[in-house]
């Protein structure tokens, strides 16, 4: 009886694991939610993730990390996965691009007292509701910060950048928008945008 608890246990666990690719991205604002995800039932995407994600931003007092365009990021998808992050801003023209290592770790408050004591603090937190879908090499999300109103992140991830890039397009077109209509914000970004827009 107690080998099969174990056995059971073991299957459930996410495998701890590091993962390195590109990250190519843009948001489009302003959406109607029903409407998407009408439209990638359509296209045939599955989603692979509903629910709350919390997530950490680290840096040293002398804030290198930001000034170097990067992020370290420790991030909980609901009782899914922790994830902690390393992003190195490439570009963030047209899209934003970042080359991104993922590591699944397994406890996030030991994590972050690990970070702490390394002499990283805390700089910056966020919690919203998320809907992730896939089709193919894209993931589409659906995202919800609070006194915000809907947007989609549109993602392509590849160990080969051009091909992350290409891909990124036909997503957009999935969706039934232009590269025009995107932008390539992260999420802060999106917040000030309407913390402004409110003021205005």
């Not at 007292?113 to 999300?141: A, D, I, P």
């Not at 051009?162 to 969706?175: D, I, P, S, T």
Request: with cysteine; aromatic share 10%.
């Amino acid at each position: 009886m107690n080998t099969k608890m174990k056995k059971t246990k073991k299957q459930s666990m996410k495998k701890p694991g590091m993962k390195e690719s590109h990250e190519i991205e843009v948001k489009i604002l302003g959406i109607n939610p029903n409407e998407i995800r009408k439209k990638l039932r359509k296209a045939g995407a599955k989603k692979a993730f509903e629910g709350v994600i919390e997530a950490r931003f680290y840096d040293f007092p002398d804030n290198r990390v930001k000034k170097a365009g990067n992020h370290i990021r420790l991030r909980k998808f609901g009782s899914q996965k922790i994830e902690l992050t390393f992003k190195k801003l490439k570009s963030r023209k047209k899209y934003k691009h970042n080359e991104e290592i993922d590591l699944i770790v397994p406890d996030f408050e030991s994590v972050h007292r690990f970070l702490t004591l390394v002499g990283l603090t805390k700089c910056k937190s966020y919690r919203k509701k998320r809907e992730r879908y896939k089709l193919g090499n894209f993931q589409f999300e659906i995202d919800k910060y609070p006194k915000i109103p809907h947007f989609v992140e549109i993602e392509a991830k590849s160990k080969d950048e051009k091909k992350a890039k290409k891909e990124l397009e036909k997503a957009v077109k999935v969706l039934g928008y232009k590269m025009s209509d995107t932008k390539p914000w992260n999420g802060f970004e999106v917040i000030q945008y309407y913390k402004k827009k409110r003021k205005s």
